[in-house]
């Protein structure tokens, strides 16, 4: 695996802890909060290695990243390879909760293509939204996150190999906040020790 062809994605620089410096510039990103910003960056950033140089293309995406769950314990590191919109809801009009209404691809749940590289191998499912998940009505899938779907969209649409890390902070409930602000900086050594490393 070549590192100068994997892009890592993260949405805030508090998340990575300044501890991926010798990432950038051109295989870190850094996409800010929710699912326009990550769709909107990561596009931009795919858009423009691909029309420099087609050998240069990035031929992995990850996605590295604090999430909540309430199945899988506080400060775990899980790997997260089906994705779903948790806040899709057009239920109303008969689509199932977290189908785009009219889409026929992707499915309503992403499975990215040819991921050779999971050190983990535990295939969570990531339920992303715009809303930081604090109650039960906002849940969906084994880990919650505000990414992690938007970029694996772009990817698939890319056809780039994509895989998410996240590293649980909290459990997804009125706790959530505390929780996050507490644990999140003990994700980044733990993605850099069981995942970096393999690289």
């Known amino acids: 695996m070549n590192k100068k062809n994997i892009l890592i994605v993260s949405a805030l620089e508090v998340e990575t ?4 410096e010798d990432w950038k510039p051109h295989n870190l990103l850094i996409t ?17 290695e691909g029309s ?3 050998d240069a293309r990035i031929n992995l995406v990850i996605n ?7 199945k899988i314990k506080k400060k775990t590191l899980v790997d997260c390879t089906n994705f779903v919109q948790r806040d ?5 009009l008969g689509f199932l909760r977290g189908e785009t209404p009219f889409e026929q691809d992707p499915p309503v749940i992403i499975q990215p293509q040819h991921i050779d590289f999971n050190p983990i191998g535990r295939n969570a499912t990531c339920g992303t939204g715009d809303c930081f998940v604090e109650d039960k009505s906002q849940y969906y899938g084994e ?7 938007a970029l694996a969209k772009v990817c698939y649409n890319y056809g780039i190999p994509f895989i998410s890390f996240k ?3 909290d459990g997804a409930d009125e706790q959530a906040h505390e929780d996050w602000e507490a644990n999140l900086a003990d994700g980044i050594v733990e993605f850099k020790d069981k995942i970096l490393k393999e690289i």
């Open 52 to 54: 420099i140089n087609h």
């Open 88 to 92: 899709m809801d057009v239920t109303g």
């Open 167 to 169: 590293y649980i902070t």
């Open 17 to 20: 802890q300044g501890q991926l």
């Open 32 to 48: 800010g909060v929710g699912k326009v910003n990550a769709t909107y960056e990561l596009t931009k950033r795919l858009a423009v």
């Open 143 to 149: 880990v919650v996150d505000m990414e992690a779907y």
């Open 64 to 70: 590295y990243g604090t999430a909540g769950s309430r």
